[in-house]
């Protein structure tokens, strides 16, 4: 079985600083995507960027970035120019691209940007 | 358009009550689905509808009933609830259930059972 493990509950960022959020997995596959999901405290979840294995290229989307490492297993999140709107609970979630459709999530980080 | 809607968005029931959660996405998905979340806690997974049919239980109780009368609606039937269900109900939808593709999810149904 896969496993997610964020090992960060809580991160906290200066408004315009940079902030790193941690991901590591756990999979016997070769062929997975990897997603970072934000969740304000609207509860909705919102998809931040999303990461196919068999692509070695970094995913990038406006301000967020993730650092993709396959063999080690990681997969962090990179907030460039952190916004007030970014504060939320960020979940990293992996789903098999071969077995059934299950997703498994991390616990999630909640990150706190301070003006 | 990526987007997921859930009603009613909150919904307060008695544990006799019978009451249903919908769902509705417009993005051409073939696979729906229903989770379960408690406060700061991450998504947990009930149930997967794929093609219009029930592809995966996760072993829940019976007092949650799904239903999918088409490939662009979902249903989640509430009868007999305890107060420990009380939780945000997640639905979504991804292009199909077998594979990796990007799940897009509701905003949420809040449930309070009394």
């Known amino acids: 079985a896969q496993t997610v493990t964020q090992s960060q509950p809580e991160m906290s960022v200066q408004e315009a600083e940079t902030v790193t959020l941690s991901c590591t997995y756990d999979t016997s596959e070769s062929d997975y995507y990897l997603f970072w999901y934000k969740q304000p405290p609207s509860r909705q979840m919102i998809l931040v960027i999303r990461?196919?294995?068999?692509?070695?290229q970094n995913a990038t989307e406006n301000r967020f970035s993730v650092n993709f490492q396959k063999a080690a297993k990681s997969f962090s999140l990179k907030i460039s120019d952190s916004q007030l709107g970014d504060a939320a609970m960020y979940f990293c979630?992996?789903?098999?691209?071969?077995?059934?459709?299950?997703?498994?999530f991390g616990d999630g980080t909640t990150l706190t940007v301070k003006p | 358009d990526t987007e997921v809607t859930q009603t009613p968005k909150h919904l307060v029931m008695g544990m006799t009550n019978k009451k249903s959660l919908k769902c509705e996405q417009h993005m051409g998905h073939r696979a729906m689905y229903w989770y379960k979340q408690k406060a700061k806690k991450p998504p947990e997974l009930m149930f997967v509808y794929s093609y219009e049919k029930l592809s995966i239980n996760e072993s829940v109780p019976s007092r949650f009933s799904p239903e999918c009368p088409n490939s662009s609606l979902l249903n989640l039937h509430l009868h007999a609830l305890q107060p420990e269900d009380s939780a945000l109900y997640l639905c979504a939808s991804s292009q199909r259930g077998e594979t990796g593709r990007t799940i897009y999810f509701g905003e949420g149904s809040w449930l309070t059972v009394v």
């Open positions: 990461q196919e294995a068999y692509k070695q």
């Open positions: 979630a992996y789903r098999s691209n071969t077995n059934a459709g299950k997703s498994t």
